[in-house]
């Protein structure tokens, strides 16, 4: 999606990987996707591992080879010094793209040249400076070319406003030019967006607001990341451990009831103490998204939303509706888990915990290579040799090193191969990051290699399918090679639990953020009380009469940063429903199913994500994609009761 105020920081670029010209709303979402996963239990893996080693112990073949970027730093500083000698050239066209269709065409190739070589900067720098980030060099390259692409950020502003002011049949005139034929829909869908567009001093105006908009945002960060001082609790040996959100997950699923009542109650008493500033940052927040949606003209901010990535209205209410209409599947898997657990009362600090206990899936990183090349078997052999590439040829970053970032992610600049940067940990948890991480590379290594420049980059809303349909492959691969009673319960499990936390936690979320912005366009005040009424009464109804909803969950709502960029999370239980549906197409053979699939993974941005999806065999407009979804969670939760019988 392209804005006519595109956000660019250096957080969206390190973490989204997209071109600075392409940036848009997704992709700042996409930092708190990110930032789970850093701040989640593969950063924990940093604290209870033994010290890491420095970066030179480790084997060359478990690095990746940024060398297939630049060779040296030295032919970095040559691009660098290149593009600083021609981005001012891109200023010579303000006030003249209606002159010509010559004139534009050309503005649009010096863009996307001088965007290409500043994707492959901004990636080599910031991909260095992740190995080791106690390397000064490299801070101060990744430093450098955050600066330079704010200064050629600024100097293009004017294209967008000024492409939107050429007449429409003009402009569709130099469209038909066969010069122009490459451009056709990056234009179409700019000018879709033309009766919300504003007059240019409006837009200046808008523009201009946009700090002080950003401001519930940043505060809500530096208040939860900085302010908040989280209790110390007592872990399972007895010794002194703060709750942090960094922390939580791994507290939950432990093993000791008192450690996760005590987690739960700590954080989100920490949060319920700050109640009334939280639901006033939240508020303010909305009350942004409502200002934005009114001022472009849009009937409310939901659709404000989905408009800026071609996705009907009914893809988020069928999600809803949908999912409310089978969530007597999760009351039967919440009923599992309370029998499964031994608990005559089943609590919300429960439904982390593993329900199958003493199993230990130890997978080395060799073996874990193996089992995501076996499971993707079903995509045919170009998948394969393409995938077979990656785990060899050094695109991924193995191991942990001191310094290093922690978490997990794919990212790579156009015209190279992608990367993928892991901490990797002989676990189940491991095999399933390296198969999901390669699932986005191969999408972006397909997107690239098939598309041009201006269609390489995929949105978030079809990003998460590609990782997804991996995961669902290596499930099915290991549960058809371990004979195993308890593993294949393990596994079950962690699928189920996968499902419940990205399609009906997800949803619920979703449901959530609908609720509360149609209230506050009402003119409704959104009270902590308001809020936590509302996020209590969802989770009562989406856990069901098995699970005893406790009353301190009423304030979770104000530790999802997600909420700070509306109407963001449907993505995540739409993407995993259309992937599960993908999944099930390719494992069934269908006809056409793979190759269909393939020939998704090869579009971009080429069409609309809803389009793509639906050329791939998904139709998200309609609800059978997460119905089939659903089905599948029910397969899954009926294999696990019998296996528990």
Same mark, same amino acid.
């Given at each position: 999606? %392209?804005?006519?105020?595109?956000?660019?920081?250096?957080?969206?670029? !390190?973490?989204?990987?997209?071109?600075?010209?392409?940036?848009?709303?997704?992709?700042?979402?996409?930092?708190?996707?990110?930032?789970?996963?850093?701040?989640?239990?593969?950063?924990?893996?940093?604290?209870?591992?033994?010290?890491?080693?420095? @970066?030179?112990?480790?084997?060359?073949?478990?690095?990746?080879?940024?060398?297939?970027?630049?060779?040296?730093?030295?032919?970095?500083?040559?691009?660098?010094?290149?593009?600083?000698?021609?981005?001012?050239?891109?200023?010579?066209?303000?006030?003249?793209?209606?002159?010509?269709?010559?004139? /534009?065409?050309?503005?649009?190739?010096?863009?996307?040249?001088?965007?290409?070589?500043?994707?492959?900067?901004?990636?080599?720098?910031? *991909?260095?400076?992740?190995?080791?980030?106690?390397?000064?060099?490299?801070?101060? *390259?990744?430093? @450098?070319?955050?600066?330079?692409?704010?200064?050629?950020?600024?100097?293009?502003?004017?294209?967008?406003?000024?492409?939107?002011?050429?007449?429409?049949?003009?402009?569709?005139?130099?469209?038909? =030019?066969?010069?122009?034929?490459?451009?056709?829909?990056?234009?179409?869908?700019?000018?879709?967006?033309? +009766?919300?567009?504003?007059?240019?001093?409006?837009?200046?105006?808008?523009? =201009?607001?946009?700090?002080?908009?950003?401001?519930?945002?940043?505060?809500?960060? *530096?208040?939860?990341?900085?302010?908040?001082?989280?209790?110390?609790?007592?872990?399972?040996?007895?010794?002194?451990?703060?709750?942090?959100?960094?922390?939580?997950?791994?507290?939950?699923?432990?093993?000791?009831? @008192?450690?996760?009542?005590?987690?739960?109650?700590?954080?989100?008493?920490?949060?319920?103490?700050?109640?009334?500033? %939280?639901?006033?940052?939240?508020?303010?927040?909305?009350?942004?998204?409502?200002?934005?949606?009114?001022?472009?003209?849009?009937?409310?901010?939901?659709?404000?939303?989905?408009?800026?990535?071609?996705? +009907?209205?009914?893809?988020?209410?069928?999600?809803?509706?949908?999912? @409310?209409?089978?969530?007597? #599947?999760?009351?039967?898997?919440?009923? #599992?888990?309370?029998?499964?657990?031994?608990?005559?009362?089943?609590?919300?600090?429960?439904?982390?915990?593993? *329900?199958?206990?003493?199993?230990?899936?130890?997978?080395?990183?060799?073996?874990?290579?193996?089992?995501?090349?076996?499971?993707?078997?079903?995509?045919?052999?170009?998948?394969?040799?393409?995938?077979?590439?990656?785990?060899?040829?050094?695109?991924?970053?193995?191991?942990?090193?001191?310094?290093?970032?922690?978490?997990?992610?794919?990212?790579?600049?156009?015209?190279?191969?992608?990367?993928?940067?892991?901490?990797?940990?002989?676990?189940?948890?491991?095999?399933?990051?390296?198969?999901?991480?390669?699932?986005?590379?191969?999408?972006?290594?397909?997107?690239?290699?098939?598309?041009?420049?201006?269609?390489?980059?995929?949105?978030?809303?079809?990003?998460?399918?590609?990782?997804?349909?991996?995961?669902? #492959?290596?499930?099915?691969?290991?549960?058809?090679?371990?004979?195993?009673?308890?593993?294949?319960?393990? /596994?079950?499990?962690?699928?189920?639990? =996968?499902?419940?936390?990205?399609?009906?936690?997800?949803?619920?979320?979703?449901?959530?953020?609908?609720? $509360?912005?149609?209230?506050?366009?009402?003119?409704?005040? %959104?009270? +902590?009380?308001?809020?936590?009424?509302?996020?209590?009464?969802?989770?009562?109804?989406?856990?069901?009469?098995?699970?005893?909803?406790?009353?301190? !969950?009423?304030?979770?709502?104000?530790? $999802?940063?997600?909420?700070?960029?509306?109407?963001?999370?449907?993505?995540?239980?739409?993407?995993?429903?259309?992937?599960?549906?993908?999944?099930?197409?390719?494992?069934?053979?269908?006809?056409?199913?793979?190759?269909?699939?393939?020939?998704?993974?090869?579009?971009?941005?080429?069409?609309?994500?809803?389009? #793509?999806?639906?050329?791939?065999?998904?139709?998200?407009?309609?609800?059978?994609?997460?119905?089939?979804?659903?089905?599948?969670?029910?397969?899954?939760?009926? =294999?696990?009761?019998?296996?528990?019988?």
């Amino acid at each position: 999606m %392209l804005q006519t105020t595109p956000i660019l920081t250096p957080e969206i670029l !390190i973490i989204a990987g997209v071109s600075p010209f392409l940036s848009g709303k997704d992709n700042e979402a996409a930092i708190w996707q990110i930032r789970k996963i850093k701040q989640g239990e593969m950063a924990l893996q940093s604290e209870t591992a033994k010290t890491p080693p420095d @970066r030179e112990q480790l084997a060359e073949q478990h690095k990746w080879r940024l060398a297939d970027i630049y060779a040296t730093d030295e032919k970095w500083e040559e691009d660098f010094r290149s593009i600083q000698q021609q981005y001012p050239d891109l200023a010579g066209f303000q006030g003249k793209l209606g002159e010509s269709w010559q004139k /534009l065409l050309e503005c649009l190739k010096l863009r996307e040249k001088i965007g290409e070589t500043l994707e492959r900067l901004y990636v080599y720098a910031h *991909m260095r400076k992740d190995e080791d980030n106690n390397q000064v060099k490299y801070q101060a *390259m990744a430093d @450098r070319v955050v600066g330079l692409s704010v200064k050629i950020q600024s100097i293009t502003a004017y294209i967008v406003p000024e492409i939107l002011e050429l007449p429409e049949g003009l402009l569709q005139l130099w469209m038909n =030019q066969a010069e122009m034929a490459l451009y056709q829909h990056f234009l179409e869908d700019m000018v879709r967006l033309r +009766p919300h567009t504003l007059s240019a001093k409006e837009e200046e105006l808008v523009a =201009q607001v946009g700090e002080l908009a950003n401001a519930p945002k940043t505060v809500y960060r *530096m208040l939860v990341n900085a302010d908040l001082k989280f209790p110390v609790i007592k872990d399972e040996k007895g010794e002194g451990i703060e709750v942090s959100e960094a922390k939580y997950t791994h507290l939950l699923r432990s093993r000791d009831r @008192r450690v996760r009542q005590d987690a739960f109650s700590s954080l989100l008493g920490t949060y319920k103490d700050k109640r009334n500033t %939280l639901a006033g940052l939240l508020s303010t927040s909305i009350k942004k998204d409502i200002f934005y949606s009114r001022a472009r003209k849009y009937p409310s901010a939901l659709e404000a939303e989905l408009k800026g990535d071609h996705i +009907p209205l009914e893809v988020y209410s069928n999600l809803i509706k949908t999912v @409310r209409e089978n969530l007597g #599947l999760l009351h039967s898997y919440v009923k #599992l888990r309370k029998r499964l657990l031994g608990l005559e009362e089943l609590r919300m600090y429960d439904l982390y915990v593993p *329900m199958v206990s003493q199993v230990d899936i130890q997978v080395p990183y060799e073996e874990a290579k193996k089992m995501v090349l076996g499971s993707a078997r079903p995509l045919g052999q170009e998948y394969m040799s393409a995938l077979r590439e990656g785990l060899e040829a050094r695109w991924i970053d193995v191991y942990e090193n001191k310094g290093k970032t922690s978490g997990a992610y794919a990212w790579g600049a156009y015209g190279t191969h992608p990367f993928v940067l892991l901490n990797y940990q002989d676990s189940l948890d491991g095999v399933f990051t390296l198969a999901h991480e390669m699932g986005h590379a191969l999408h972006s290594y397909y997107s690239s290699r098939e598309q041009p420049y201006v269609y390489a980059h995929y949105t978030i809303f079809a990003a998460e399918v590609a990782s997804t349909v991996n995961e669902a #492959l290596l499930l099915h691969y290991m549960l058809s090679n371990r004979e195993d009673h308890r593993e294949r319960m393990y /596994l079950l499990n962690y699928y189920l639990e =996968q499902f419940r936390g990205t399609v009906f936690r997800q949803t619920m979320f979703a449901e959530f953020e609908k609720i $509360i912005h149609e209230k506050a366009e009402a003119g409704e005040a %959104l009270t +902590p009380d308001v809020l936590s009424g509302i996020y209590y009464q969802l989770n009562k109804d989406y856990y069901g009469p098995h699970l005893t909803v406790d009353q301190d !969950i009423e304030i979770e709502w104000a530790r $999802i940063p997600h909420f700070y960029s509306a109407f963001y999370v449907y993505k995540y239980a739409t993407g995993f429903s259309a992937a599960t549906a993908l999944s099930r197409q390719v494992l069934r053979q269908e006809e056409g199913a793979a190759d269909r699939y393939l020939g998704f993974l090869k579009s971009g941005s080429s069409d609309y994500s809803i389009n #793509l999806l639906k050329k791939a065999g998904v139709d998200m407009t309609s609800p059978e994609p997460v119905k089939r979804a659903l089905e599948v969670f029910a397969d899954t939760l009926g =294999q696990m009761e019998q296996l528990a019988n």
